[in-house]
Every structure is written in C-alpha cells, then in structure tokens.
C-alpha cells in the first residue's frame, strides 16, 4: 500500500509525464507542417513513449491500492522558434522531469516505501538515457547548421531505430 504522499508525487507525475506526451506532439506535428518529417516522426514516437511512462505509473499506483489520477493538461505551445531552439526546450524539460523522478525517488525513500525506491529505478536509468539523445541531436543540429537541416532530418528519421525505447 502506497502512503498518502508516494501516491501524491506518483499522481504529480503522471500529469508530468501526459504533459511531456502532448508536448512532443504539438513539437511533431509542428515540425511536420514545416516540411521536417523525420524530426516529426521522431517526436511522433517520443510521444508515445511518453504516454507508455504515464501508464506505467498509472499502472503501479493502482497496483499499490492508491487512487491513480488522470488530470486534465494544459495546452503546449503551437508554435516554435526553430528546430534548434525547440530541442533545447525538450532537453530543457527531461532535466525539469528528471528532477521530478529524483523527487518521487527522494520521497519515497524517507517514507521507507523500499518497493517504489526500487520499481522507480527504471525512470531513473530511462532519463539517462533520454537527455543524452536529445543532447546528441542539439549536438548534431550545431554542426549541421541550417544549410545541412534537410539531411539532418533525415538522419534523425534513422536514428528513431536507436532512440530509447518504453
Ligand atoms: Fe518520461 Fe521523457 O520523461
């Protein structure tokens, strides 16, 4: 059983993590409109994998006999100034969200809730991973500069294949 403050900051999160989803949608189909399809499709799919992070928590608030909460999200910016400025923003947002993990984390160990403190590791690992691919395309958005975003955006279509999965 989940005490009544785990289950706050697990419920604080799934909203975090359904914003992250929504996010990255109005990223990708922003990008999209603007003729970036491989740089869309991989927000398409980061997206997704932001939606499976929210019913992983979901999940397991329930499983512990807490009260998940599907919260109503605020609508993501529409538009953005540019691809790399975007990126920045997502890179932006994993820290803000890799903080919030290390806060549930944090909460869980002073409520001595040994079964969160372990089932959350894998979040801790997935953000790892998640900020280092997002710094690998602002990496590669400087060295390709404007005149070589065509080809970056269809490197990046390929590079969906080795992006992080769940
Ligand atoms: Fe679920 Fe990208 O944090």
Redesign the pocket.
């Known amino acids: 059983m989940l005490t009544k403050k785990v289950e706050e900051f697990c419920n604080r999160q799934i909203e975090r993590?359904g914003y992250?989803s929504n996010l990255y949608l109005a990223m990708a189909s922003w990008a999209e409109s603007k003729g970036m399809a491989g740089i869309g499709a991989w927000l398409y799919a980061?997206a997704e994998?932001?939606r499976m992070?929210m019913l992983k928590f979901i999940k397991y608030v329930t499983e512990r006999g807490g009260n998940a909460v599907v919260p109503a999200f605020k609508q993501p910016p529409v538009k953005y100034k540019g691809v790399k400025e975007m990126f920045k923003e997502v890179l932006k947002?994993?820290q803000f969200?890799t903080g919030s993990i290390n806060e549930v984390l944090a909460v869980a160990i002073i409520e001595k809730d040994y079964a969160t403190t372990n089932w959350i590791q894998w979040?801790v690992n997935?953000?790892v991973e998640?900020e280092n691919a997002v710094q690998i395309i602002i990496d590669k958005l400087e060295l390709a500069g404007e005149a070589g975003l065509y080809f970056l955006d269809r490197d990046i279509m390929a590079l969906r294949s080795t992006a992080p999965t769940e």
């Open positions: 993590e992250s980061q994998e932001e992070h947002h994993e969200i979040f997935e953000q998640e």
